[in-house]
C-alpha cells in the first residue's frame, strides 16, 4: 500500500559558527561637581561597588504618611437610633407592601363574585324564560285528570 522506504545519503550542509565578541569595557568619567545651594538639591549619595566603580545619585527621602488622628468612637446610642430608625423604614415598607396585597385580593374576590353573579343570574334567566313546554295557565294534576285554568280535559 505504502512505497518502501528510499535510503538516501544525507546532504552535506555549510555550518557558521559564531563567537562572541567582548565588548571593551567602558570608560568611566566622573561627572563634573557642580556647586548648588544647599537647600533646593537633595543631598547626593555615592556607592562604591565591589569591583571599584562609583554610583553617584540622588538619596530617596521616602516620604512619610501623615500620622492617622484617632476616630472617635460611635457611641452605642447612635448606633440603636440609626438601627431602629432602619428597622421603623422596613417595617412601614412592608405594611405598605401588605395594604397593596389586601387591595388587590379584595378587588379580586369582588370580580369572582361579580362573574359568579352574572353566571349564575344568566342561568336563572334561561331556565325561566326556556320554560315554554306549558302553553300558558297552570296545570294542575288531580288523580287522572289535568285541569288547566277554565278549561277541564279528562
Known sequence: MYPGHIHRPPTERAVE????TPLPPAAVV???????????????ASIVLPDGRVVTGYAIDHARPEPVTA???VSRTAVNIALRGVGFLAVCGGLLLLTSFIAALTAFITQL?????VIFGGWIAVQVLSAS???????????RAVFK??????
Open 17 to 20: 559558527v559564531h563567537q562572541p
Open 30 to 44: 566622573p561627572a563634573p561637581i557642580v556647586p548648588v545651594q544647599p537647600g533646593t538639591v537633595p543631598t547626593v
Open 71 to 73: 476616630k472617635p468612637a
Open 113 to 117: 363574585i361579580t362573574l359568579a353573579a
Open 133 to 143: 313546554g306549558h302553553k300558558g295557565g297552570t296545570t294542575v294534576n288531580i288523580r
Open 149 to 154: 285554568r277554565n278549561h277541564f280535559h279528562g
